[in-house]
């Protein structure tokens, strides 16, 4: 029962769980790839992670702006840009310029077009 209340909502907790690893992959070579963006180990990765998931999810709700770089054009350009900068402010260890922000939605979405699966933002 509780299997098909989860294909009922459209996802379930492993798939959330995929997202949100794949999500911190994909973050973890986009600040590496990205000057002006830094994460300084794998707990600031999860927790970016997990706070860009949640960002995300609630602007997505919220104001109904798709905020993945390539999902909306220019507006979803810079709300990925903002998300991405805004996390500084709520994870010790991970640090960016509002240029690597930039720079770090741009590769984040081309790194998120090349891997397989959904990935947050």
């Not at 707990?43 to 997990?50: G, H, Q, R």
């Not at 996390?87 to 979405?109: H, N, Q, R, S, W």
Request: glycine share 12%; charged share 10%.
């Amino acid at each position: 029962m509780a299997e098909n209340v989860e294909r009922t909502q459209g996802f379930s907790i492993g798939q959330l769980i995929v997202r949100w690893l794949v999500g911190a992959i994909v973050l973890a070579v986009t600040a590496f790839l990205t000057p002006g963006f830094t994460i300084s180990g794998i707990w600031p990765l999860i927790l970016a992670a997990a706070v860009i998931a949640i960002l995300d999810y609630l602007i997505e709700k919220i104001l109904g702006v798709d905020a993945s770089p390539f999902g909306r054009g220019l507006i979803g350009f810079v709300v990925s840009a903002v998300i991405i900068y805004v996390v500084k402010f709520f994870v010790a260890g991970y640090d960016v310029t509002v240029p690597g922000a930039i720079l770090g939605a741009l590769v984040y979405g081309i790194i998120g077009l090349l891997i397989p699966g959904k990935t947050t933002m």
